[in-house]
């Protein structure tokens, strides 16, 4: 089972990612991709590098699996499938068209647990980037021409919607030790404006950090609100906490009996 990630940060990517107990024991083979432009790029150079895997498993370099992961990520699949044979991407927490938070992880950058969990896989019309399961299809893959790190993750799901393949949030508790987010800086914009002219017809699109609506407005609102909350900061702060820690606090881990890795 492969996992894949776009990484920046080397230091990071060993606290959280990389030091995951699934990925240590090498049933998860981690990938790693470094120096892209963009995350599409980066992750369609996954796409085209996982042999014969029928999906792979994206994350960010600051997502921290909790042991029995890959077990648990192996039966939910096997959920999915039997109820939808049809899906193209899952995650563990999105929103669906009432605009409900669908699924939960605990986000460091919150300090705190956003959502809740899911009893059964539940469709949703986005999710969040954190963790992208995507399944592998023909001429299924992202888009080149997306600029910088954002909005990836709603652009693979419209394109899915439009062959008829669908999104869902699966039961799989994850450590996001993200740092909070203080502005939509790092290319968010451009990324914005190019999904607004390819998914005009399909305006308004929600999404969990700053839907995508006609016109400047929500993104400068959204920005606006995000700079006033954290306007005594200057830089990111560095999220507390050990992220394995948190995660057994939390009762993440699936028991030692339940993990076979078959």
């Not at 888009?143 to 910088?148: A, E, G, H, I, R």
């Amino acid at each position: 089972m492969i996992v894949a990630a776009a990484v920046n940060e080397r230091a990071t990517l060993a606290q959280c990612l990389a030091r995951s107990p699934d990925i240590m024991s090498g049933a998860f083979r981690l990938m790693v991709y470094e120096g892209y432009s963009s995350a599409a790029k980066a992750y369609n150079a996954a796409l085209n590098t996982c042999g014969d895997a029928d999906y792979v498993i994206f994350a960010h370099q600051d997502v921290y699996f909790p042991y029995g992961s890959y077990a648990r990520i192996r039966a939910e699949l096997q959920r999915l499938s039997a109820i939808a044979p049809n899906w193209a991407v899952a995650g563990v927490i999105g929103g669906d068209a009432t605009r409900t938070i669908i699924g939960e992880t605990w986000c460091s950058g919150h300090e705190r647990i956003l959502g809740h969990r899911v009893e059964a896989p539940t469709q949703v019309e986005t999710l969040d980037e954190m963790l992208l399961i995507v399944r592998r299809a023909p001429n299924f893959d992202f888009d080149v021409n997306l600029p910088s790190f954002h909005l990836y993750g709603a652009d693979i799901i419209l394109a899915a919607a439009k062959v008829g393949m669908s999104a869902w949030v699966i039961d799989l508790p994850a450590i996001h030790h993200s740092k909070p987010v203080i502005s939509l800086g790092g290319g968010y914009l451009q990324a914005y404006q190019y999904m607004q002219r390819k998914w005009a017809a399909q305006l308004p699109i929600y999404n969990l950090v700053c839907p995508l609506e006609r016109g400047p407005w929500r993104y400068l609102i959204t920005e606006a609100r995000l700079r006033w909350r954290y306007r005594n900061l200057v830089e990111r702060p560095e999220p507390r906490g050990d992220p394995a820690q948190i995660a057994r606090e939390l009762g993440y881990e699936m028991p030692p009996g339940l993990h076979a890795v078959t």
